[in-house]
Structures are given as C-alpha cells and as structure tokens.
C-alpha cells in the first residue's frame, strides 16, 4: 500500500511564497514521475508541475516562472516551491506518483490547503 502525504500549504498575502513537501512510503520505486495538481472550489482538478526520473521538469503556463518542482530519490520525495503567489493559486494541492512504464499517475496524497489572499 503505498501512501503519499503532502505538508507544507498555508494561507499568504499576494506575492508570497509556500514551499510544498510530498513524501512517498510503502513501496520502493525505481523509476518514476512525480507531479502535483490543484483543485479550486467549483473547477476542476489541474495540472500544475511534474518532474520525470531524469530530473526533467514541466509546468502549466499559468505557474511557470514562478513555480519550481524539484525531487530527491533517496527520499522519494517531491517538493513545489511557490513564489509570487497569486488569489487565484488559491487550492487544494495534491502530490501524484507514477512508476515509469505506466500511462498516468497511479498514486496520489490527500491533498493540502493554499489559500493566498488580495
């Protein structure tokens, strides 16, 4: 059973910064992608950043330049560094998982509050 829990969300005025955490546990992985999304209320889930096994990073428009993703294997560990925030980053985020050869992320956390005010 394997299990992610993200930590690290928070409530900050406009322009701040947040650095989210998510930690994987009950398997061991090789290779494997991780991301993270986010959830407003009333919208849809969304793509927000994903990191490959090579370290290779990708971001949605609306984040990039002023997000950063980055992982470390031996922790099986990804974080989100959030910089300039804005109202409208304001959701839930969850951390996803995918072993490398599958087609999606098989696995993903709870989820954690950002909320930034005006």
């Known amino acids: 059973q394997v299990q992610l829990v993200e930590s690290g969300g928070g409530s900050v005025p406009a322009g701040g910064s947040l650095r989210l955490s998510c930690a994987a546990s009950g398997r061991t992985f090789s290779n494997y992608r991780m991301g993270w999304f986010r959830q407003a209320p009333g919208k849809e889930r969304e793509f927000v950043a994903n990191?490959?096994?090579?370290?290779?990073?990708s971001y949605a428009n609306s984040v990039k330049g002023r997000f950063t993703i980055s992982r470390d294997n031996a922790k099986t560990a990804v974080y989100l560094q959030m910089n300039n925030l804005k109202p409208e980053d304001t959701a839930v985020y969850y951390c996803a998982l995918g072993p490398t050869g599958t087609t999606w992320f098989d696995y993903w956390g709870q989820g954690t509050q950002v909320t930034v005010s005006a």
């Open positions: 990191i490959w096994s090579s370290g290779n990073p």
